[in-house]
DNA sequence: TGTAACGTGCGT
DNA sequence: ACGCACGTTACA
């Protein structure tokens, strides 16, 4: 008793409240109002006439809500959602679609039965009274010995009533709905007021139909038999009762647990409903038999009716029921329910009573189902089933958790998303506007995931990042980013997208050597995967596998791998979900191990030996490297070098040679032995020579190599990256995100230059080894000098390449692979060329630096970008690359000297053609024109270049500030240097996951540019300011504000002391924020363009000649300069990066003080390109 | 308890 | 698709 009246009362209540709401909503709003009215008044009506009775306002209350709620699927409320979810999820299996609809037309349907029922019956009195009584009852308990008492007179009503409160309940819940629904019925047909009592009779007519198919049966026989079922339980079910499970199993579930439960409580009572059910059962399948839509129709009506009379009964239980439901729908955990219910519903069959029932049976099974699934618990305990408890209660149990485990409920923000991130509703968005009425958050704040359809999401997810990765729009990626469960989709999808996408690109172009070692495709995959860098390098050989795992994704997670790399990034930075958190973990454990051994191990040299490796040998040597690395990771280090290089060539030049690269031993040893260098460089050297000789091969081979030396020194950097990630957060936010930032800026603007570019990097990096080697600096003692800073710049530079190769390969995937292939390979051998001549400068003035063990300072961009994850663990680290960095603008000097153009050039146009590949299609047009222009070029040797680079060096520190492109270009260097690092690091934390993406050209490029502000800083400014030239992009802005105050500060220190420049650097920095492309000089061009909310900054390391020459000494400040900047950046980034996000505008805003600047500006605007690189391009 | 926001459906 | 409105939920 009691149970009964709480339940209603509060359904009553709820569905009060939901009916003003409703109503206002409604007669504000649609049809439903009409309904609503109708259904208000005919309810009204039906309480006068139900009952003079208090109580029956709160029944008609529950009728009109259940009206509204029938009709109202319209509005529904949330319960008549779910009650309509529920209706769907029944209608789904009979195969409707939305639950709204199928409530409606459920509604329908049901009102036809009922109609047909009333007239069949033509007892609408009984019924009337029935339904009347029921309400008086669940108004009163005592009603229902009232109701009893009438429908005892009915017979079956009898059972109903007599059976218990409960089973009345039910049987109420069910009148009402069917009074509601006849409510409706008369509102729809408007006419049939009669008709609508006699439907309300209806939902009894159910229990009238029963009791006319139970006269037959004796209701206990019925209670019998749904026993014996129930115990025999194992009682196969008829096939028509699969079927009808099939159908609908769901509400036969619902069904079978009410049925249960009645039979425990109730005898009659429960034989009545185990007899509706059953006979609804077994009429739907005897209908389904014959009348499958009606079946269907009926069922749904039940369905409906079930989940009206839930939601009547209690919402929570509704809530629950619906879960359950749905649970039970999916999973079918309910099997046993489902049984039990086959087995009754078996049971009813075979009693014969079906079809005929079946409208009636309907409208009991409705009822049934109803208080089934207004909550088996509520029903259970309310019913009280004794046996059936049990397994009703494991059922219920079950579904408990199925409904908890499936809860639908709200999804929460991800927290990671760029929309996550903001913070401040824009109060202009309609969200911001109607956020009463809406209830919505600021659409520019609305979780990207959010907006994501729940289920779907791993693949939507992959898609979408797919899709960014195509659309190559900062935007995209950030979105992408996202979400976390979606990253770990991603994540795995990446790891095996990577294998996907190594085989077009690199397994097409140079797959041979690569591929040769079965590893090698594996390692592709993680190669693929910027994102996996460091997973990829550290797995590439070994752990191929946990590529190879994550196979499942398609060639689109090339993309997506891209994506997914950044969105790692991002996340990480962002502090990614678990899920998220759970791949990056994974990547990170991969690297951790390489980190450590990077770290622990001097394998510096294997690094670079590595990279030379990488850049000469296939895949296997690079496996063997990396092994090496790993495994011997001191024995990597220089000395072992040779002989793994030797053996690596051995192995490497042999596989690789077949495709292009197969370098020649005797060329080696004559390098070697000619100029003094060490095998690895040799090595190095013909590689570079023979990837020049075979450009397209190279770029694929260089791609490749790139990425396996990314991999490679992404194990390292990446390691360090990965723990960084993780940890950058919490250490520094700035640091994480402007890794995140940077590696997405890499990814995309390296797409195109990086691959190239890379392996310039690494013919380089080798090439500055034999320069250094040449010089008689031991790559050895530089590196072990600066093994650390050097390593992680070079893995810095290395993941870079990697991750610029990464989105280079998805950019090239995406573009076409052809076309990119081609520019990128004339691009590579330019850029590699220029990089080979940068590289040896930079191994030079490494070497210097190293002597001088004052670089760290020079880190500055890339070691922000990488090192932002390092930063916060190796800071000291990715200083000393900085000198290494600086080195190569020197050498980029040179060589743009000695090449011309080429070097600029291809940085310039690598740059753009990152950015373009990111952001503007237009500028990757124009980026590869220019590229095309540059490539043209012939690439320099490496022995050329090491020739060169001899006399560069001689001339270098002479020359440098000649090199230096432009003059003022150095100033702005310095200044765009020191601001770049600094804002690239902030932009990139900043804005990069919204806006701004740093799209380091090179690897080099940047880790120059940051080496060379730090080794600028080192150094003498005048020579960093001639060195450095900058080109000032609108992106430049950001970059700017952040650097200016850092950078100023730095700056100031060093500038002041160099020269009067250092101010205009300062101004230009602030002038730069605005809007610019700041383009570092020959030795490292900086680029930081701003396309919309892209910010890419492309920087060609700066070289170390001004820091060679002299720079030691100064380096101090420099290092206050970078550690402000790598301290400050976060504060300037914030506001610049704010500032970009909220205007992305291009604004060319202010100009920095310095005519240089200007000029720069104005040069670079146009080109976005750096005086040096753009110069002649953008010329 | 109140607020913010998600989920849903409908309408356009 | 987008916006609107509602109901509901998650959270404080
Ligand atoms: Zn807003
Ligand atoms: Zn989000």
Redesign the pocket.
């Known amino acids: 008793m009691p149970h009964t009246p709480k339940a209603p009362k509060k359904s009553s209540c709820?569905s009060k409240?939901?009916?003003?709401?409703?109503v206002?909503?409604?007669t504000?709003?649609?049809?439903?109002v009409n309904f609503l009215k109708a259904n208000g008044e005919i309810k009204k009506a039906i309480d006068k006439k139900q009952a003079a009775k208090a109580a029956q306002r709160t029944a008609v209350s529950k009728p009109s809500k259940r009206t509204v709620k029938n009709v109202l699927?319209?509005?529904?409320?949330?319960?008549?959602?779910?009650s309509?979810?529920q209706n769907?999820l029944l209608s789904k299996r009979n195969g409707k679609g939305?639950?709204?609809?199928n409530s409606?037309s459920c509604l329908r349907e049901v009102k036809s039965y009922r109609r047909v029922v009333t007239k069949k019956k033509g007892g609408l009195k009984i019924r009337e009274q029935n339904t009347d009584t029921k309400r008086s009852e669940v108004h009163d308990p005592n009603g229902d010995g009232q109701q009893k008492g009438a429908v005892i007179p009915t017979g079956e009503e009898q059972s109903v009533n007599i059976s218990s409160e409960q089973i009345a309940e039910d049987h109420r819940e069910t009148v009402v709905h069917n009074t509601d629904k006849a409510e409706e019925e008369t509102v729809k047909a408007g006419t049939e007021t009669v008709q609508n009592e006699s439907c309300s009779a209806p939902s009894e007519q159910p229990n009238s139909a029963f009791v006319e198919q139970r006269d037959p049966l004796d209701p206990v026989n019925n209670v019998d038999f749904a026993y014996n079922n129930n115990t025999s339980g194992p009682t196969t079910p008829s096939p028509s009762q699969s079927d009808k499970y099939v159908s609908g199993q769901i509400e036969e579930v619902q069904l079978i647990v009410p049925h249960i439960n009645f039979p425990d409580n109730s005898f009659q009572t429960t034989p009545e409903n185990s007899m509706e059910a059953g006979e609804t059962v077994a009429s739907q399948v005897c209908r389904s038999s014959n009348e499958s839509p009606a079946l269907e129709n009926i069922a749904n009506a039940p369905q409906k009716e079930k989940n009206e009379f839930e939601?009547t009964a209690d919402?929570?239980t509704k809530?629950e029921i619906d879960d359950a439901e749905m649970s039970m729908k999916k999973e079918g955990a309910l099997s046993l329910l489902s049984l039990s219910m086959t087995i009754y519903n078996s049971t009813l069959c075979e009693m014969g009573r079906g079809p005929q029932a079946t409208a009636s049976l309907s409208s009991s099974t409705e009822s049934t189902q109803s208080s089934f699934d207004s909550d088996s618990e509520s029903v259970l305990e309310r019913r009280e089933s004794g046996n059936p408890p049990l397994q009703i209660e494991d059922i219920q149990l079950r579904l408990l958790q199925v409904q908890e485990s499936r809860?639908?409920?709200?999804?929460?923000?991800c927290d990671v998303c760029t929309p996550?991130l903001r913070k401040i509703?824009c109060g202009e968005?309609?969200?911001c506007?109607?956020?009463k009425?809406?209830?919505?958050?600021?659409?520019l704040?609305?979780?990207v995931e959010?907006t994501k359809?729940?289920h779907v999401i791993c693949t939507r997810e992959v898609e979408s990042e797919a899709n960014s990765v195509n659309g190559t729009s900062s935007e995209q990626m950030e979105e992408t980013c996202v979400t976390p469960e979606e990253e770990a989709h991603y994540i795995s999808l990446t790891h095996n997208v990577p294998p996907d996408v190594p085989t077009p690109l690199q397994h097409g172009l140079l797959p041979a050597p690569l591929e040769k070692e079965p590893g090698t495709t594996d390692v592709l995959l993680p190669h693929n995967s910027s994102l996996t860098f460091r997973n990829g390098a550290e797995h590439m050989k070994p752990n191929t596998e946990r590529h190879v795992d994550p196979t499942e994704p398609h060639a689109t997670f090339h993309k997506s791998t891209f994506k997914k790399s950044h969105e790692s990034e991002s996340v990480q930075e962002q502090t990614f979900p678990l899920k998220k958190i759970k791949l990056e973990e994974q990547w990170v454990d991969i690297d951790d191990p390489h980190s450590k051994h990077l770290e622990t191990n001097g394998c510096y040299e294997d690094a670079l030996s590595t990279l030379a490796a990488v850049v000469c040998f296939s895949s296997t040597d690079r496996k063997s490297l990396e092994e090496r690395l790993y495994g011997p990771h001191s024995c990597l280090k220089t000395e072992p070098k040779e002989e793994p290089y030797q053996c690596q060539l051995n192995q490497g030049e042999e596989p690789p040679q077949n495709d292009n690269i197969a370098l020649s031993l005797p060329s080696v040893q004559s390098l070697v032995q000619y100029r003094n260098i060490s095998v690895d460089q040799a090595i190095a050297i013909e590689a570079l020579t023979q990837l020049a000789a075979s450009p397209q091969t190279l770029p694929f081979e260089t791609e490749n190599q790139s990425q396996d030396a990314q991999r490679v020194t992404s194990t390292y950097s990446a390691s360090s990256n990965h723990i960084p990630l993780r940890e950058a957060k919490p250490v520094s936010d700035v640091f994480s995100n402007k890794v995140s930032v940077i590696s997405s800026s890499l990814q995309q603007p390296s797409v195109i230059c990086n691959p190239l570019n890379r392996p310039a990097n690494l013919t380089q990096s080798q090439n500055q080894h034999c320069m250094s080697t040449s010089r008689k600096l031991s790559l050895k003692d530089l590196l072990v000098a600066s093994s650390e800073c050097e390593k992680l710049s070079y893995t810095a530079e290395t993941r870079r390449n990697g991750q610029a190769l990464c989105k280079a390969e998805g950019t090239f995937k995406k573009y076409k692979h052809g076309e990119a292939t081609q520019i990128s390979r004339k691009r590579d051998e330019e850029e590699v060329a220029a990089q080979l001549v940068q590289l040896a400068f930079m191994i030079e003035s490494r070497q210097m630096q190293l002597s001088e063990n004052s670089p760290p300072k020079g880190m500055p961009t890339q070691t922000m970008k990488y090192n932002h994850n390092y930063l916060g663990q190796h800071l000291k680290k990715q200083r000393k690359p900085k000198m290494t960095p600086s080195k190569p603008r020197m050498s980029k000097k040179k060589a743009a000297e000695i090449e011309g153009n080429h070097c600029r050039i291809p940085l310039a146009k690598r740059t753009p053609n990152r950015k373009t590949p990111l952001k503007a299609t237009i500028q990757k047009a124009i980026s590869q024109q220019k590229m095309r222009f540059q490539h043209k070029r012939s690439p320099f040797l490496p022995q050329a270049q090491i020739d060169l680079k001899k006399y560069i060096t001689e001339a270098h520190h002479e020359n440098r500030q000649l090199l230096c492109y432009s003059n003022s270009l150095k100033k702005e260097h310095f200044e765009t240097i020191l601001g770049s690092g600094k804002q690239n690091g902030f932009h990139f934390k900043y804005e990069h996951g919204a806006q701004s993406h740093c799209l380091p050209p090179p690897n080099g490029l940047f880790h120059n540019h940051t080496n060379d502000h730090l080794g600028a800083s080192q150094w003498p400014r005048h020579e960093c300011e001639q060195q450095m030239i900058s080109q000032v992009s609108k992106t430049y802005d950001v970059l700017n504000h952040g650097a200016k105050q850092q950078p100023q500060q730095a700056m100031a220190s060093e500038p002041c002391k160099d020269s009067p420049q250092s101010p205009g650097m300062y101004h230009r920095a602030n002038g730069f924020n605005d809007h610019q492309h700041l383009h570092t000089n020959q030795n490292g061009f900086y680029k930081v363009e701003k396309s919309g909310g892209v910010t890419v900054l492309s920087t060609s390391s700066v070289h170390l000649e001004n820091g060679d020459v002299v720079n030691t000494g100064e380096q101090t400040p420099t290092k206050h300069t970078i550690n402000s900047f790598l301290e400050s950046p976060m504060r300037f980034l914030d506001t610049p990066t704010k500032n970009l996000l909220n205007t992305p505008s291009k604004q060319t805003t202010e100009l920095p003080s310095c005519d240089c600047v200007e000029h720069v500006i104005e040069k670079e605007e146009g080109p976005y390109y750096t005086h040096l690189g753009s110069g002649p391009n953008v010329a």
């Open positions: 709820a409240k939901q009916n003003v709401r409703r206002k909503a409604s504000t709003r649609r049809q439903k699927i319209v509005k529904g409320s949330r319960h008549t959602r779910g309509v979810n769907g939305k639950s709204p609809h409606v939601s919402v929570d809530d809860d639908k409920k709200k999804r929460i923000q996550c509703n968005c309609r969200s506007q109607n956020r009425m809406g209830h919505q958050i600021c659409k704040r609305k979780c959010l359809k729940p």
